[in-house]
């Protein structure tokens, strides 16, 4: 597919990757809130399929509903018009077969890094249990950490604890709403990696919202391109290079630029980018290149 396709409302469910069977399903999924007497439309005909054990993530810019459709299809908001269906089930409500790693930091403080894994698992027996969490902090890299407060952690690791809180119950769909977004930059760049590491060792489906294109082209087997409120699924893109991704290759750019010209930002960007050029040609300072594109900001 081509990254550079033209902008085009998606009304048919788009399939997953070729050969993975449907894990989930919308249906023209819409949305609307009432809003000091007014009909507030966050939502338009939502056609999507998510293949079992596909990574896919929701990209657009803030407000554009794509954490409204996340927590929909967890189940913890009902669509005011369409259906999502899990399993070819109609989703009503939260499972605890789905997990959800929300935008804030989720830990417990007053548990410990073994606690806070170990917190899904209370009716497993004893041994079991431990057995689990122990393997769970060994995959997310926090051996010797178990028995630390997350008062002693980094943002890092907090993270980290609540993406292997998240695995060690077993879930066939986790659900990740901008769960990197308060890290710094480097310790993004690593927890990426992690989350990659750790997700093809586990296959499990995967929904990542996020408003960082490098992030979705980094991560995702297909980025869906969601359009300013009400949200409408714009493009959906197969991100066709392998893991790991060199982000400097010629594919990965011709992929992360045509979804900048999708949006509408690279011309812009161009335009930002040569006045900062010129502006430190005049002061003597060099620009270095940016790396990072964001919907609504330009860092």
Same mark, same amino acid.
């Given at each position: 597919m081509s990254s550079s396709a033209s902008a085009r409302a998606v009304t048919a469910?788009?399939?997953?990757?070729?050969?993975?069977?449907?894990?989930?399903?919308?249906?023209?999924?819409?949305?609307?809130?009432?809003?000091?007497?007014?009909?507030?439309?966050?939502?338009?005909?939502?056609?999507?399929?998510?293949?079992?054990?596909?990574?896919?993530?929701?990209?657009?810019?803030?407000?554009?509903?794509?954490s409204t459709l996340l927590s929909a299809m967890a189940g913890f908001l009902r669509p005011t018009s369409g259906a999502i269906l899990i399993d070819g089930e109609i989703?009503?409500?939260?499972?605890?077969?789905?997990?959800?790693?929300?935008?804030?930091?989720?830990?417990?403080?007053?548990?410990?890094v073994e606690g806070n894994i170990g917190f899904g698992l209370r009716k497993l027996p004893a041994k079991e249990r431990a057995e689990r969490v122990g393997h769970y902090i060994q995959m997310v890299g926090l051996e010797g950490f178990e028995k630390s407060y997350p008062h002693e952690l980094s943002g890092g690791m907090k993270q980290r604890v609540e993406v292997a809180r998240a695995l060690a119950v077993n879930p066939d769909v986790m659900f990740l709403d901008e769960p990197f977004g308060a890290l710094d930059s480097i310790t993004r760049m690593v927890m990426r990696i992690e989350l990659l590491r750790?997700?093809?060792?586990?296959?499990?489906?995967?929904?990542?919202?996020?408003?960082?294109?490098?992030?979705?082209?980094? #991560? &995702?087997? =297909?980025?869906? *391109?969601? +359009? !300013?409120?009400?949200?409408?699924?714009?493009?959906i893109v197969s991100i066709d290079i392998p893991h790991p991704r060199d982000i400097s290759s010629p594919r990965y750019l011709e992929l992360r630029d045509g979804i900048l010209s999708?949006?509408? #930002? &690279?011309? =812009?960007?161009? *335009?930002? +980018? !040569?006045?900062?050029?010129?502006?430190?040609?005049?002061?003597?300072?060099?620009?270095?290149?940016?790396?990072f594109f964001y919907f609504g900001d330009t860092r």
């Open positions: 469910a788009e399939p997953p990757m070729p050969g993975l069977p449907i894990k989930l399903r919308t249906e023209n999924v819409g949305m609307a809130f009432l809003r000091d007497d007014k009909t507030l439309p966050v939502l338009e005909n939502i056609n999507l399929e998510v293949g079992n054990g596909e990574f896919v993530c929701l990209l657009g810019p803030s407000g554009c509903g794509k989703v009503r409500g939260a499972d605890p077969r789905r997990i959800f790693v929300f935008q804030e930091r989720g830990v417990f403080p007053w548990l410990t750790i997700w093809q060792a586990e296959r499990k489906t995967i929904l990542f919202v996020t408003h960082d294109i490098d992030e979705a082209v980094q #991560l &995702a087997d =297909r980025v869906v *391109v969601m +359009s !300013a409120r009400p949200g409408r699924i714009q493009q999708q949006i509408g #930002l &690279a011309h =812009r960007l161009l *335009v930002i +980018s !040569a006045a900062h050029r010129k502006q430190n040609a005049g002061s003597g300072h060099s620009s270095p290149r940016r790396s």
